[in-house]
């Protein structure tokens, strides 16, 4: 990389007072090439590549099983191959990367096989992302990802920038943007523009070990893993008890009722399911403290910036402008625990994934959530707000449309084949499954203000959003023939990061809802993202 290029980005002066200039002069023009340590990142992204590509590897890998197995040497050669293309394709993959900056936008050139080019201009960025991998932090080297409105993924990334560059061409978009707006804003009006200034951050929250540990505990996402490992039970389950018994452990012996009372079976049961649930809970933490290690939540003039994360060192960046909602959302668990987990959610773009579009701040007190929420809508009535409730027909519609069927339908089956036990024992899942319709009755409720919206919802835990009147996108009003005559409605609240719906409202609030939403958002001169 040109080291002259990246010391014009911080220091030279630009047309508009308080932000760098970049032109194409003295070589500013010309592509550039990223740090040779660029060829660890995209060598990583290869071998993620066919990590991704395992589930259509694995007919052809049972095939050669046996021959690889009678032939080691096949093996050995089959894993040099892989590592070989790695290598050489992250090469490749590097020297084909190419970027310049001119004044205002920054172009990249990729790809070995299809060439990529792209032309972002800085206004049209939305968001800025650093990333340090543990393998660029000896170096301090960063990634730099640029992301813009409703784009279905990250719409630039530079792989290997030195993190004084990084920060300063970060400060720069930044910059851009904001000088961006007060030039629009003074020239509605007239005015001399003033001259920006520097701001420090602000601190605003952080998290220590012990709170990143409450997470993994209250927030156990294990189940999605144990879920795509469903197809591998029966081979994992095989090694475990192998394993066990040579060391002396013979779980099948243990449940034996010939060899075990039905007392010392249970408590072996007990046993076991508790040292599995701890063995989750343990996972789920080591998730938690690798994602959050050093969290940390600053403001900086109208953007909120996160950083966070164990191996790989993540910095986000986000406009309070693009803030489209905020959600404190409360497991059982988190209650328990007297914690909430608070997100501020910004525009979606349609992505599979919406983790990377929202700043989470994991596990804080509720007194620490009102100050954030606050922080963001200082004129929010969350803590003070009446809920109205939704009708008790949204009960009674459940239970009707699909609870009774299930229940008559399931345990008659289940007799018809001969089946009297699982037809009894069917009576906890459907006595669970009429208890989470009323608890999801109870937590429905809805609220608003001349500002905004309030939603609480959830089942034994509860989840709260609250967003301004002027983010609304879209509103929908429906109201089946049931409903109409009881006077009910649904709601339907759509932004910019999602929809929330209002079920079984009375009809003329579901109409007060939107004709004040609408009226608000005609009225408010403010941009929503």
Not at 358 to 377: C, R
Request: charged content about 15%; hydrophobic content about 45%; some cysteine.
């Amino acid at each position: 990389m040109n080291n002259n290029s990246e010391a014009k980005v911080a220091t030279q002066s630009d047309h508009v007072p308080g932000i760098p200039d970049l032109e194409q002069d003295d070589g500013q023009g010309q592509w550039q090439r990223v740090s040779p340590i660029a060829i660890l990142y995209f060598a990583v992204a290869v071998l993620r590549f066919f990590i991704g590509q395992l589930v259509y590897l694995i007919p052809p890998f049972i095939l050669l099983f046996n021959r690889i197995k009678d032939n080691p040497g096949l093996a050995i050669g089959l894993l040099s191959g892989v590592l070989l293309l790695v290598v050489v394709s992250a090469i490749l993959k590097f020297y084909y990367f190419q970027y310049r900056l001119s004044a205002g936008t920054v172009e990249i050139r990729s790809g070995v096989i299809s060439k990529k080019y792209l032309n972002l201009p800085f206004n049209r960025i939305q968001n800025i992302k650093l990333e340090q991998p543990i393998f660029y932090r000896p170096a301090d080297y960063v990634c730099l990802q640029l992301d813009t409105a409703g784009s279905v993924q990250q719409e630039a990334r530079l792989v290997a920038l030195s993190r004084p560059f990084a920060e300063a061409l970060k400060k720069h978009i930044l910059a851009f943007h904001q000088q961006a707006a007060t030039m629009a804003e003074h020239a509605a009006r007239d005015d001399v523009i003033p001259a920006t200034t520097a701001e420090t951050e602000q601190l605003l929250n952080q998290r220590s070990l012990r709170d990143l540990i409450i997470h993994g505990i209250s927030n156990n996402r294990i189940w999605l893993f144990l879920g795509l490992a469903a197809p591998f039970y029966n081979q994992l389950a095989d090694k475990i008890l192998d394993g066990l018994l040579q060391v002396g452990i013979d779980i099948p012996a243990m449940f034996d009722p010939t060899q075990q009372s039905w007392m010392i079976i249970g408590l072996y049961a007990l046993s076991l399911t508790m040292f599995i649930m701890l063995l989750l809970t343990l996972f789920s933490v080591f998730g938690s403290v690798l994602s959050f290690y050093g969290y940390t939540l600053h403001k900086k003039q109208d953007n909120y910036i996160r950083r966070s994360g164990l191996l790989t060192r993540h910095e986000v960046s986000m406009r309070l402008s693009r803030l489209q909602q905020v959600a404190l959302k409360r497991d059982w668990l988190d209650m328990v625990l007297g914690r909430v987990n608070l997100s501020f959610e910004q525009i979606n773009g349609q992505q599979q994934f919406a983790t990377e579009q929202k700043i989470m701040v994991p596990s804080v007190t509720p007194a620490e959530a009102s100050a954030l929420l606050s922080n963001a809508y200082p004129d929010n009535q969350l803590r003070n707000i009446e809920f109205n409730a939704i009708s008790r027909r949204f009960i009674w519609r459940n239970i009707v449309l699909f609870w009774i069927p299930a229940a008559i339908i399931g345990p008659v089956m289940l007799w018809l084949q001969q089946q009297p036990q699982l037809a009894a024992l069917s009576v906890i899942p459907l006595t669970f499954w009429a208890l989470l319709i009323v608890m999801r009755w109870y937590r429905y409720g809805y609220a608003q203000d001349d500002i905004y919206y309030y939603l609480r919802r959830g089942y034994f835990g509860v989840d709260y959003y609250c967003f301004a009147k002027y983010k609304l996108q879209q509103v929908q009003y429906k109201q089946s023939w049931l409903m109409r005559r009881p006077g009910l409605c649904t709601v339907k609240l759509l932004t910019a990061c999602g929809a929330l719906e209002i079920p079984f409202v009375k009809e003329a609030d579901g109409r007060a809802l939107l004709e004040q939403g609408l009226w608000q958002m005609q009225r408010s001169k403010k941009a929503w993202m």
